[in-house]
């Protein structure tokens, strides 16, 4: 190959590479992805036959609409937040039938409440979207942004984006401790379960890796034994039930050290992992420091600490959810979630690692060879 021929394709990839710029994203912002289970799904479950749904009142009581979206809050949740600081438009859920054209071209959200790390998590909710398939939409997804705006662009697009995964606290809630003995807690210890569940987990972002993303933001599980549905049913005087609190803390360090092996391995600064354990404990700890009245009763239920079956409309219902942690047995208000995000954004190495988004954002992607 001589010089000449060199400096040709420089110039051809400059000039693609100046084209593309206008195509990836809509609006001049990065595409945004998001993958897991309930405490991201904006409503995917909608269009499923499944159990695991919050499409009917009170959810969505303070979104904008005020109507049920399929989000497990009463407003909004963590991806619509990190869009909403990031000033990029809310992401659709890519079952909608609405998602076309260049409406792909802001991303997607794959995630689907119930599913976890393993294939036969929420097997009791039968039709969910498990994480191989969500992983087979992208893959599908990208056929279709491929068809729209070319394989190049496509490529630019999907690197650029933003990728955010959450998993693992149905592997504890739906799976291991589901019944007093379960098939895994018969098989695992927990402390074989974990680390089972973390090389699990570096499959499945690996293959995110090798469909072409280069931004990965992964959320650790919050403290699982402190969510009202297990202090209704495994704690004697309302403390955080003491198994679920020793999986959180083992799972949340081991992650990160995944994550790092990770990077490592695939010489990347791709991945960031959020200690969400420890962002959580601090309101459940302290929770009048962060405006909260309660960290202890879901705002919407029943029985003790309203911890009991599902959010319906025949539950009782606080006037004032910001008050309130949880806004049902199992997930964050709205309110905590935006606490949660902002550690997220702009926290220090306590709770971000190796860093926060923030920074993610602003390290230039590598580009496509
Ligand atoms: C989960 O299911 C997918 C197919 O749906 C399969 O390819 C994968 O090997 C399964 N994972 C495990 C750990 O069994
Ligand atoms: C966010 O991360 C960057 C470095 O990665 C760091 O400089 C900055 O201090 C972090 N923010 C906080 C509040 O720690």
Same mark, same amino acid.
């Given at each position: ?19 593309? !710029? ?33 499409? &009917? ?5 303070? /979104? ?23 000033? *990029? ?6 079952? &909608? ?78 799976? /291991? /401790? ?47 034994? !402190? ?77 003790? /600490? ?8 025949? &539950? ?10 949880? *806004? ?33 954002? &602003? ?7």
């Amino acid at each position: 190959m001589d010089a000449g021929f060199i400096i040709v394709l420089v110039l051809i990839l400059a000039v693609g590479n100046d084209t593309v !710029c206008e195509g990836a994203g809509s609006g001049g912002h990065p595409a945004f992805f998001v993958f897991g289970d309930s405490l991201v799904d904006i409503g995917n479950n909608n269009y499923l036959a499944t159990s695991a749904r919050a499409d &009917s009142p009170p959810y969505g009581i303070d /979104y904008p609409t005020h109507r049920p979206t399929g989000r497990f809050s009463n407003g909004l949740n963590i991806p619509d937040l990190i869009s909403e600081e990031m000033g *990029w438009e809310p992401n659709m859920p890519y079952l &909608s039938p609405d998602l076309t054209g260049q409406k792909l071209l802001t991303g997607s959200n794959f995630a689907s409440a119930g599913v976890g790390i393993l294939n036969d998590t929420g097997i009791q909710f039968v039709n969910i979207i498990r994480i191989p398939q969500q992983l087979d939409y992208f893959q599908q997804y990208q056929e279709r942004v491929k068809a729209l705006i070319g394989e190049a662009a496509m490529k630019k697009l999907i690197k650029e984006a933003l990728v955010l995964v959450t998993l693992g606290g149905n592997d504890f809630v739906n799976n /291991y /401790y589901l019944l007093p003995s379960t098939a895994r807690s018969l098989q695992f210890s927990l402390k074989a379960y974990i680390p089972f569940l973390i090389s699990e987990y570096q499959k499945i972002l690996k293959r995110l890796y090798e469909l072409g993303v280069g931004k990965v933001l992964v959320t650790g599980t919050g403290p699982l034994g !402190c969510v009202p549905a297990e202090l209704a049913t495994r704690s004697r005087a309302g403390e955080c039930a003491a198994d679920l609190q020793l999986a959180s803390s083992l799972f949340n360090p081991q992650l990160v050290q995944m994550l790092d092996a990770l990077n490592k391995d695939l010489s990347t600064k791709a991945f960031i992992g959020a200690n969400t354990n420890i962002m959580h404990l601090e309101f459940i700890t302290n929770p009048k420091a962060y405006g909260f009245t309660t960290s202890k009763m879901a705002c919407c239920g029943q029985g003790p /600490y309203n911890g009991m079956g599902l959010c319906t409309p025949l &539950s009782s219902l606080c006037p004032n959810r910001d008050e309130y942690v949880f *806004w049902d047995a199992f997930h964050p208000s709205e309110k905590a979630n935006r606490l949660i995000v902002k550690q997220i954004l702009k926290g220090s190495i306590t709770y971000m690692h190796p860093m926060n988004l923030s920074s993610l954002m &602003s390290l230039d992607s590598k580009p496509i060879t």
